[in-house]
């Protein structure tokens, strides 16, 4: 079965004909972005003066939510929404699943007439009532304790979710349990951000600053992933299952030449991509980049820069637009950190900065030694990744990453800082006593006549460092590119709001006209102690692993060690002080995570089990079948030639058909048992003996689609 899924489905590709391509969009995307969002014009078309004024000012300026606007607001959205062809809403969410979470109800409201009204009222706006037992809680909610809440988050709009059939207005909202805890990932990071704005805001009144509203988080994430044929997938049940594949051999040319990286891309995958670009458009969501990426089969997409919370709400729908998109198309989309063992994997890079009115916090300038309001949060920065950087690890923490970081596309375990030539002159010259001079940038010369000289950035940029600084902003690569945004960003906020903290504290209580010299020593303080964060070489050799042990930097290598650091007491006094994670939250997040890295590793160690068993180990023994007949029937004519070679191939399978017995058996046991690190090692063994086999047994038998068939025909 497995066999004529995998050659009827290459088959149906060759045949099929690509009768998308279109001469353009018929309509300017000026005309359409944001249709789909109930966003501040829509909002002022349809609200009350006053009404649209003080949500606005919740939205824009941090200030409190007047409830008495909910009615107005909710009419508003429901006049909107119906008008949009929408019949049902929702309230919109991210539980701890790492997905979102979404319940219908229709507008529909019978009469005592037999008739109906189309009803939403503010209440229903604000306040939503799932089921809190049916999602993962780390024990803060039980099967009887049932009752949980949906809170509407009004700096993130409402907007239209289209399928065939219908529309849906969804409302963005935060999730708690009943006695208050938070149940979601939007929670924590709206605190987060509070307490980086109040942290940054105290810093600027130091330099005579005193900004109105807030000093904003901003996002601008960028998402890999792999497009395959719809035929090829349905031929692997691991893809199916676990999002990647347990077994298969690199084929002969993957990325090797480096020509799929930024290559031509193939009009199947441009239509694909414009239908994405054109969706996330009519979503509100600035789509910039698309391009080929790497690997073979896998490309990525990039918006622009938003603010923190918004930017996360995004990308979730990014995640899910791309997926549904991909079906339309006969593809399918794979989000895993890792779906082909081989070649590159797929993470999310997370560039992170803060954003005062005055302006990107983290803008250098042109000269960045005279710019002291950018050294100071710079240090912040240096000080919160060096005394956090196990915790920075732990947000990037899960089964799927596990098989990327440390990769030769992906940064290590070890979190350290990039910060280029130029800033880490700087960085030395004020550890020394002060910055007397900095190096220039300079321009590039090309060498040809007829092209310009270019400017030279004053960082160049280093792929290998998992926290990079990159002009005017942090870019955290090591996200994995299923896993939300809002956990990293949520420790981001944390830890730099406890740097600014202390920064603050101690600028607080100088006079005026010491201020600079006290700045100063602060500033060489932080980087006496913790410029062994700071690495802008090769992250990848096995000297800096050496090098990094001496610094004294963490390097947890696996989900359950990462996630160890979320018990430590040093994490339930940071995320407790800021009011981000009470310790009964926090320790929450450390029992569903670990209990998640447990159940996938379970899920993919009995589906290794299955497939070995009813689909590999079949075909091996029909081919060693095949071939000692054909060594039996050439004897019996008295034919010797080739008969040495075919005993030889034959030893081999059978030996790998024995690997593959007994890793089955072991591999059996442990799942049974539910040893983890048993799962993993003996599905490395069974992986190995079945990637030995698929190189013997003829082509014709084997059932599962190979790696440079999923990789090159799509």
């Excluded at 997938?233 to 020509?259: E, M, S």
């Excluded at 990426?293 to 603010?307: D, N, R, S």
């Excluded at 920075?392 to 990039?418: K, M, Q, W, Y």
Aim: a neutral charge; hydrophobic letters at 40%.
């Amino acid at each position: 079965m497995g066999n004529s899924l995998r050659k009827l489905g290459i088959a149906n590709i060759a045949a099929r004909t690509e009768t998308s391509e279109k001469a353009g969009m018929e309509k300017s995307v000026l005309d359409f972005y944001g249709e789909d969002v109930f966003n501040a014009k829509t909002m002022r078309e349809y609200l009350p003066k006053q009404v649209y004024k003080k949500l606005l000012a919740t939205i824009q300026k941090g200030a409190m939510l007047d409830a008495g606007i909910a009615d107005d607001v909710a009419n508003a959205m429901r006049r909107w929404a119906i008008g949009k062809g929408a019949t049902h809403y929702t309230h919109w969410f991210q539980p701890l699943t790492g997905s979102t979470a979404e319940k219908h109800d229709s507008f529909v409201e019978p009469d005592s007439m037999g008739e109906i009204t189309l009803d939403f009222s503010g209440k229903t706006l604000i306040q939503g009532e799932p089921d809190a037992s049916s999602f993962p809680s780390g024990g803060i909610r039980t099967t009887f304790e049932a009752r949980g809440y949906t809170a509407w988050d009004p700096t993130s709009p409402a907007f239209i979710k289209r399928d065939e059939r219908g529309a849906t207005l969804c409302v963005p909202t935060a999730f708690c349990s009943y006695t208050g805890e938070a149940l979601d990932k939007k929670t924590p990071l709206l605190r987060s951000m509070q307490a980086v704005s109040e942290q940054a805001k105290r810093v600027l009144a130091c330099f005579g600053e005193r900004p109105e509203g807030r000093v904003v988080s901003t996002l601008g994430a960028e998402q890999e992933y792999f497009l395959i044929d719809k035929e090829l997938y349905l031929a692997r049940p691991d893809l199916i299952q676990t999002g990647r594949t347990l077994f298969g051999n690199t084929p002969p040319k993957h990325q090797q030449l480096d020509d799929h990286y930024f290559g031509s891309i193939k009009a199947r995958v441009l239509n694909f991509m414009a239908e994405v670009d054109e969706k996330l458009w009519t979503l509100g969501i600035p789509a910039k980049t698309r391009h080929n990426e790497v690997a073979p089969a896998q490309f990525e997409i990039a918006p622009m820069f938003e603010e923190l919370n918004l930017a996360v709400d995004h990308n979730m729908m990014i995640m899910e637009v791309l997926r549904n998109v991909a079906e339309k198309h006969e593809l399918r989309c794979l989000l895993h950190e890792k779906p082909f063992a081989g070649v590159n994997g797929s993470g999310k890079h997370n560039n992170w900065s803060l954003s005062a009115p005055s302006g990107n916090l983290l803008e250098p300038g042109k000269n960045p030694r005279e710019n002291a309001k950018f050294l100071t949060f710079l240090c912040a920065v240096i000080q919160a990744v060096d005394t956090h950087a196990d915790l920075l690890r732990a947000t990037v923490a899960c089964a799927g990453n596990d098989h990327r970081l440390g990769a030769n596309e992906a940064p290590p375990a070890i979190i350290s800082i990039f910060l280029g030539e130029q800033l880490t002159d700087v960085i030395e010259q004020i550890e020394k006593g002060s910055a007397k001079s900095a190096k220039s940038g300079g321009t590039l010369r090309i060498g040809v006549d007829t092209l310009p000289e270019l400017p030279r950035d004053a960082t160049d940029r280093n792929r290998t460092s998992p926290f990079a600084f990159t002009g005017n902003k942090f870019e955290f690569r090591a996200v994995g590119a299923t896993q939300s945004c809002a956990g990293p960003n949520i420790l981001l906020n944390t830890i730099v709001a406890e740097a600014l903290d202390d920064i603050a504290t101690k600028l607080e209580k100088v006079e005026k006209p010491n201020f600079n010299v006290k700045l100063q020593k602060i500033l060489q303080g932080i980087i006496k102690k913790h410029k062994k964060i700071i690495f802008n070489g090769d992250n990848y050799t096995d000297a800096w692993v050496k090098e990094a042990k001496k610094r004294g930097l963490p390097n947890l290598k696996t989900t359950p060690e990462a996630l160890k650091v979320l018990l430590s007491p040093k994490a339930e006094k940071l995320f407790a002080k800021y009011g981000v994670l009470s310790e009964k939250e926090l320790r929450s997040r450390h029992e569903v995570y670990l209990e998640g890295y447990e159940t996938v590793i379970a899920i993919e160690g009995e589906l290794s089990l299955e497939i070995a068993k009813t689909m590999i180990l079949p075909a091996a023994t029909r081919h060693q079948t095949m071939v000692a007949k054909n060594i039996i029937n050439l004897k019996e004519v008295g034919v010797q030639t080739g008969v040495a070679s075919q005993k030889k191939s034959l030893k081999l399978v059978g030996h790998l058909i024995d690997d593959l017995c007994g890793s089955a058996d072991a591999l059996q046991s442990a799942t049974e048992a539910g040893a983890t690190k048993s799962i993993i090692a003996e599905m490395a063994n069974i992986r190995a003996a079945v990637d030995g086999l698929e190189k013997e047994i003829d082509d014709q038998i084997w059932p599962l689609p190979k790696y440079g068939e999923m990789l090159f025909i799509y």
